[in-house]
């Protein structure tokens, strides 16, 4: 019987001397086997601290029992959170900052574009970066090479010349992403060094206002649209596939703008020779700056003793080796964040196996120059706003409204998210 | 006038068999399709004839997915829904037809209210009650400990079990025997209990039946609230397991053989019931509208 | 009807106090928790609450989306609900014929009662796959004229029809055992008047069928708007671009994805209102119809 676990617990932390303690995550199929992994080698290699991990079988759904869990005072010391999430938890009250806590531990050895994500403006660090992502750009090169196609692409401007020599050539998707904003606005306004929202995407303030429907980012979606139109970019539900990431792995779609993490199953599926993976592309004339970290991080909960916060900081310590981080990395195609894990990786000579393949660029655009609006996105309600954003731009793909309404409606509805997030956390 | 009788006759077959047709279609093709492989399905569209990896993508639910497990949750959730269904609802209209309760009126009326707001409309509150079932008595100013049901058996099977539409069922059912059975008993010098007990339940036997085999088809049809009520794969039910299977895809073409053998795998069991007990299933639905 | 002669308050206590205890703690007290939730601001980890009177119930009901949503619901109850008793009613009277593929058919007609809403959404999602489902050739003859991925009324109609398939089994049942409960003696007057079995259908049968055929509507009604969110969640998921995020779907993805409890207690005062006023006008009309009718 499930209900009686915490029980169950309890009586074991009085029983045995070992300090025993839960950790929540919520990655299922590869993922969920290398942090299983990861736990049952914790626990192996020392005997004062037992972690038993605990999927909760999406991101989404470790959230809403988190939350669930914590109004009833049953909640783990430990818990893996998304990155969409990161606001909400800041201003929770329920999470300790993990550099209160470990004030010594080596923060600063994280690279910048993977730490600021969950820092505050004045430098407090919530959260420790797990599993990280960032965008990436694929190609498929033999179909790159039937339509004479030699480089890899690097700008938009490239990008979308090569997708019209495709088109010409008979390739009926040459290029394929989908309408999430995590890869539309989020990554792209980063690396174009600009913002989605004012107050540098919010982290100066929580009266910020979305600013899609303007500068850039508004022309991108605009050029977007107007591709789209042409028959140069699909998304999801005109590939066969149904999947942008599904359609590159079948042959389907020749160049894709994808996660990091997605690397391993091309590479499984297509070979890895048959495929390039670079930085995502820009447009012509501007200066890169670093991507956002996607992926997830993990916090401590308040609400446990000494005990219990010690044997989760050991976790968290033996997580952060270089040594656990390049495990993760090999069976996942998550990157590795730490430059003491970019040194091992360089010095064990495996930089150039396929497992690693993704950490050369990822580690590249992570760690491109940034500014106050790439540090991240520190916005109320988000994982709502996304919902909106692809709700509206599918409109507008659709040819029912034009793009420029479909941001103006995507801002509005944003705007007036954030204004009641504001007026919810107003008595903080 | 005999002509036009067979030519009614003769629309009211074709009628009937398009019916027919539309109900096994859907099922006929899912069954075809789990009979192909994957790259088959992806490249020549849906199947309408057998092929022969029906067994091989089958092997593969059971041992590639949680469908099994899930499988076994349902049954578990289905069994408790029903059988508690039919003991609870079994007492309450017992009480309420045959104990001579005052405020009786009340307390129906207070269950009836269960029926027009079904755990899909309020799900949201549901879900934070389940995740702390004590609150109340802690607001009342008890001393008890949180539980939290979330993610348990017994906590998918509540909601569906606090639900008025069984004891409307046997009221109405317990309000057309006649109450002079109850009064022979009476004679006879048998209390309450035993007249529940020896005569009528013989005579709900039926009725239960009928109750019990749509309850457990409720049980395992189930989607939201098991959705939103169990998080890991372990506790999940097959039609949410199912649902996932869908859309879990990830980076991998959708295995639609995978997908159909799934769903025919998680149908069979409350099919072979329709099936095999028809005459409660149908009797059952009647019985609600009463 | 006549008095029991048993009279017992601790049995009483006893049989009642189990069910009452379970609807209190999970019908009343949900219940009255979204309505305290409505009039506060939330915090989804339970900091702070702010007491906002009306504000949230302004809010939605200004809010263009809320009205979007319900009228979806509004235009899924119509016309999902019409064909789910429609059809199952040609099907009643057929098979009420009496005619050798009724037997067959009356067994056939409720297995979709064991195949859930989201399972046939499984299944109907791959059936209508633009590209290797059933419609598949007229995409080949017209490219695109088929895409419920992207087109909001391909996708409406996707969870008409699968809505349809599951409402059958109850529809059906009911009709045809209404149809059977007719006294034989108006068929057999008009048939000695000479009507020929279509009038007899149409003319006798099918108005002496009125107060069944006004039951099953009224009850599919809140049927279809519970049973869309099993299809929707498995076959559009809201989309394509919110054309089927009826309300049980918004309140769900606001509560559950977006932690957004206040907004979606609201939504849920409101929807649970809407269901209550339905009720209300079903009962009032169904009073006068079945005194109208007997």
Same mark, same amino acid.
């Given at each position: ?17 070992? &300090? ?37 079988? #999406?991101?989404? @759904? ?137 107050? #540098? ?47 590159? #792995? @079948? ?150 409204? &034009? ?26 | ?42 490249? #020549? ?116 079990? @606090? ?128 | ?208 069928? @009125?107060?069944? +055929? ?16 099993? +299809? ?12 089927? &995020? ?49």
């Amino acid at each position: 019987m499930r209900f009686l676990t915490p029980l169950a617990a309890l009586a074991m932390t009085t029983a045995a001397h070992a &300090t025993d303690i839960e950790f929540w995550y919520g990655n299922t199929g590869s993922n969920e086997k290398a942090i299983l992994a990861a736990c049952e080698a914790f626990n192996a290699s020392q005997d004062q601290d037992r972690v038993s991990c605990v999927g909760q079988g #999406s991101y989404e @759904a470790g959230m809403q029992k988190a939350i669930a869990a914590y109004r009833a005072g049953n909640h783990p010391v430990l818990i893996q959170f998304f990155d969409a999430g990161t606001l909400d938890l800041m201003l929770s009250g329920a999470v300790i900052p993990v550099s209160e806590v470990m004030p010594d531990a080596p923060w600063d050895s994280y690279i910048p574009g993977a730490r600021a994500y969950y820092e505050t403006a004045d430098g407090k660090l919530f959260s420790q970066p797990y599993n990280s992502s960032t965008l990436l750009f694929y190609t498929n090169k033999a179909m790159l090479a039937e339509a004479g196609i030699e480089k890899t692409p690097e700008t938009w401007e490239e990008v979308i010349a090569a997708a019209r020599t495709l088109k010409e050539a008979g390739v009926s998707c040459p290029f394929a992403t989908d309408i999430n904003a995590w890869r539309q606005i989020e990554q792209f306004a980063a690396r174009h060094g600009v913002p989605i929202a004012t107050q #540098s995407n919010g982290y100066d303030g929580l009266d910020a206002e979305y600013v899609i429907d303007q500068g850039i980012v508004a022309q991108h979606m605009n050029n977007l649209a107007d591709w789209h139109e042409e028959g140069l970019v699909r998304f999801d539900a005109e590939t066969k596939a149904a999947k942008y990431n599904a359609a590159f #792995s @079948a042959g389907e779609c020749a160049m894709i703008e994808g996660s990091s993490g997605g690397y391993g199953s091309f590479a499984e599926a297509l070979g890895a020779d048959a495929i390039t993976v670079t930085l995502p592309p820009m447009y012509q004339g501007q200066t890169r700056h670093n991507t956002f970290v996607g992926g997830a991080s993990l916090w401590l909960m308040k609400g446990h003793d000494e005990a219990e916060v010690k044997a989760a900081q050991n976790f968290l310590d033996y997580l952060r080796t270089p040594e656990a981080q390049l495990e993760f990395t090999a069976a996942t195609g998550y990157l590795p964040v730490t430059q003491s894990a970019l040194d091992l990786l360089e010095s064990s000579g495996r930089a150039d196996a396929p497992e690693f393949a993704t950490a050369g660029p990822g580690m590249e655009t992570l760690g491109a120059p940034g500014n106050a609006d790439t540090r991240g996105i520190r916005l109320g309600f988000y994982v709502q706003f996304r919902d909106i954003f692809a709700e509206e731009t599918q409109r507008a793909y659709n040819g029912d409204i &034009t793009m420029d309404e479909a941001l103006a409606n995507s801002v509005r509805r944003g705007n007036e998210l954030l204004r009641r997030f504001e007026a919810t956390y107003a008595a903080n | 006038m005999i002509e036009t009788r067979t030519s009614f006759d003769r629309i009211c077959m074709g009628i009937l068999w398009l019916g027919i047709l539309f109900i096994l279609a859907p099922l006929w093709i899912a069954l075809m399709t789990a009979s192909h492989s994957a790259v088959d399905v992806m490249r #020549s569209g849906l199947a309408w004839y057998p092929g022969p990896h029906l067994v091989e993508n089958v092997i593969r639910v059971f041992t590639d997915t949680r469908i099994p497990v899930q499988m076994f949750n349902s049954l578990v959730v289905a069994l408790m829904t029903a059988v508690g269904i039919c003991i609870l609802s079994f007492c309450t209209a017992f009480a309420l037809v045959f104990l001579n309760l005052r405020f009786g009126w009340l307390v129906f009326a207070t269950i009836f209210g269960t029926i027009l707001l079904p755990v899909d409309i309020r799900v949201v509150p549901t879900y934070q009650v389940m995740s702390n079932i004590m609150e109340p008595f802690a607001a009342l100013g008890l001393p008890v400990s949180q539980i939290s049901l979330v993610n348990t058996h017994i906590g998918l099977a509540l909601p569906a079990i @606090a639900h008025g539409t069984g004891t409307f069922m046997l009221r109405q059912f317990f309000r057309t025997v006649p109450m002079d059975l109850a009064r022979a008993a009476r004679m006879d010098g048998a209390g309450a209990l035993r007249f529940m007990w020896d005569v009528l339940l013989p005579l709900s036997r039926p009725a239960l039946a009928a109750l019990f085999v749509l309850m457990f088809l409720g049980g395992w049809t189930n989607y939201l609230w098991p959705l939103v009520a169990s998080s890991t794969a372990d506790m999940q039910t097959a039609v949410v397991g199912l649902a996932r299977l869908a859309t879990d895809g990830d980076s991998r073409a959708p295995d639609f053989p995978l997908m159909m053998a799934a769903a025919s795998t998680v149908s069979l069991i409350p099919l072979t019931l329709i099936a095999v007990l028809q005459r409660f299933l149908v009797r059952g639905m009647a019985l609600t509208e009463k | 009807m006549t008095q029991s002669p048993f009279r017992s308050r601790p049995m009483a206590l006893l049989f009642l106090s189990p069910l009452i205890l379970l609807t209190a703690l999970f019908f009343y007290w949900p219940v009255a928790e979204a309505i305290r939730w409505s009039f506060f601001l939330e915090q989804p980890f339970g900091g702070e609450s702010t007491f906002v009177g009306f504000a949230n119930f302004r809010r939605v009901l200004s809010d263009p989306e809320f009205w979007k949503s319900l009228k979806l619901t509004g235009i899924f109850m119509v016309t999902a609900s019409v064909p789910a008793v429609l059809v199952p009613l040609m099907l009643a009277m057929a098979a009420d014929r009496g005619l050798r593929t009724s037997r067959i058919a009356r067994n056939v007609l409720v297995w979709p009662k064991g195949v859930a809403g989201a399972s046939i959404g499984v299944i109907f999602g791959f059936i209508f796959n633009p590209f290797v489902g059933i419609l598949t050739p007229l995409n080949q003859l017209w490219p695109g004229i088929w895409s419920p991925g992207t087109d909001g009324v391909d996708a409406f109609i996707t969870l008409i029809v699968a809505n349809l398939w599951n409402g059958i089994p109850f529809n059906f049942v009911i009709l045809l055992a209404g149809l059977q409960a007719l006294p034989d003696t108006y068929a057999k007057a008009a048939a000695l008047d000479g009507a020929g079995p279509w009038r007899q259908a149409l003319d006798i049968r099918l108005p002496l069928l @009125a107060p069944q +055929l006004f039951f099953v509507l009224v009850l599919e009604f809140t049927e279809s708007i519970i049973n869309a969110f099993g +299809l929707i969640d498995t076959m559009t998921r809201g989309g394509p671009g919110g054309a089927t &995020t009826l309300l049980v779907y918004k309140i769900y993805a606001d509560g559950f994805k977006g932690y957004d409890l206040s907004g979606a207690s609201t939504q849920t005062v409101l929807l649970m209102i809407f269901v209550l006023l339905i009720a209300a006008a079903q009962f009032l009309l169904m009073e006068r119809r079945v005194k109208y009718e007997r």
